[in-house]
């Protein structure tokens, strides 16, 4: 059974920071790509970023280039989601989620992914 936890999120000024992290279990953590993913009210799930298993690769939605970051700690199956900069059009739920595709590439598409946590929530105040 794989479980993700989401940690991290909370309530911050426009221009603020904020650090997401993601505990994963029950898989072969170093061997998945993990993403983020977020939802606002009314609006669907979209692709946030994408770190490659071994860390090498990842990719970013053009909304949140240059100002978010994504990372992951085999040792510890853990993938942080730094995000700074932060805009109130950045106020949504925060997914973690694992890539049950096996493929090498990194995906942006959210069908990819099998595995997602609870979410946390990410509020910024203008």
């Known amino acids: 059974q794989v479980q993700l936890v989401e940690s991290g999120g909370g309530l911050v000024q426009a221009g603020g920071s904020l650090r997401l992290s993601c505990a994963a279990s029950g898989h072969t953590f170093s061997r998945t790509h993990m993403g983020w993913f977020r939802q606002a009210p009314g609006k669907e799930r979209e692709f ?3 770190v490659s ?4 690769r990842s990719v970013y939605a053009d909304s949140v280039k240059g100002r978010f970051a994504i990372s992951r700690d085999n040792a510890k199956n853990t993938v942080d989601l730094q995000m700074n900069s932060l805009k109130p059009e950045d106020t949504a739920v925060y997914y973690c989620a694992a890539d049950r595709s096996a493929l090498d590439v990194v995906s942006t598409r959210r069908s990819v992914y099998g595995y997602w946590g609870q979410g946390t929530q990410v509020t910024v105040s203008s």
């Not at 298993?53 to 090498?56: S, T, Y």
Request: net charge neutral; no cysteine.
């Open 48 to 50: 946030v970023a994408v």
């Open 53 to 56: 298993w071994g860390g090498g």
